[in-house]
Nanobody, 127 residues
């Protein structure tokens, strides 16, 4: 099982980045995929979660209206489109996979539910 993120980088505030998470080694439809981010000294926080049992998508309040997550089952890729980036979005971004399909936001954001993690990709937003 492998998750590999790509697409991070340096961007000015107000700019956009697109992160991709390529997954392999498991049946894509049986998992939920989420994006998390982490800055030094802080807990890892959920950003977006796709694959819930009701097919709805969860977003953190801080990114609603700016970030969009989507999946391509054929390519086994989950994409996080980030627009109108802010300096506070600076973090290492991780994609993660949990077995099964979460039924709630709480299940989406619970770190212990995630079985597999990517290595992370750095996003830096300058002011």
């Amino acid at each position: 099982v492998q998750l590999v993120e790509s697409g991070g980088g340096l961007v000015q505030a107000g700019g956009s980045l697109r992160l991709s998470c390529a997954v392999s080694g498991f049946t894509f439809d049986d998992y939920a995929i989420a994006w998390f981010r982490q800055t030094p000294g802080k807990e890892r926080e959920g950003v977006a979660c796709i694959g819930k049992i009701d097919d709805s998508i969860e977003y953190a309040d801080s990114v609603k209206g700016r970030f969009t997550v989507s999946s391509d089952n054929a390519k086994k890729t989950v994409t996080l489109q980030m627009n109108n980036l802010r300096p506070e979005d600076t973090a290492v971004y991780y994609c993660a996979a949990q077995v099964g399909r979460p039924a709630s936001a709480a299940q989406c954001w619970s770190l212990r539910r995630y079985d597999y993690w990517g290595q992370g990709t750095q996003v830096t937003v300058s002011s």
